[in-house]
């Protein structure tokens, strides 16, 4: 398992972030939220221009490889305080083999390294992942509903998982 970074100068690799993530997003969230609203939020979150954007306001993204190729990606940034995990997917073919596990450990590295105590992330409480997340050891800290506008609405659980930042954790 390799991370490999994507920065704002590769036009090809966010291109390439941005096509993965559309088909990850939509074969796992079309049947959640419907297909109107992912058609709505691909192009706010997932298009090459909202990569680029994101990537420029500090947001971090990695694609997770398995030898040559793409097992899925992750995205994240500093956030109150907590290392914010923002994307964490991975093909349909590619969970059940433990990679989410590794993934989360490079995610507590760079929290760890950036002196953060926490990551957080927001879950679709309908979200068949949540329970991965609580297998991993996140904890649900409230509930959030919140408008992105279009009539459409993010029902998520906020989860929270400690970390220890302190030598030799």
Known sequence: MEFTELFSDD???ISEMS???ESIVREHYDPIIGKAQNDYM??????????????????????VKDGNRNAGFMAFYPR????????FYLY??????GYARLMLGHVICEAKKAG????ELNAN???????????LGFKIIRDEKN???????????????????EAGA
């Open 125 to 135: 409480r309908n979200n068949p992942a949540c329970g991965i997340y609580e297998s």
């Open 19 to 21: 096509e993965m993530a």
């Open 147 to 165: 408008d992105i506008g279009n009539g459409f609405f993010m029902d998520d659980h906020v989860y929270r998982l400690e970390i220890r930042t």
């Open 11 to 13: 036009a090809d690799g």
């Open 80 to 87: 109150n305080g907590a290392m914010y995990l923002s994307k």
């Open 116 to 119: 953060l105590d926490a990551v």
């Open 92 to 97: 349909r073919s590619e969970r059940g083999k």
């Open 42 to 63: 691909i192009p706010l979150f997932q298009s090459k221009e909202a990569i680029r954007r994101q990537l420029m306001e500090g947001s971090r993204y990695f694609f």
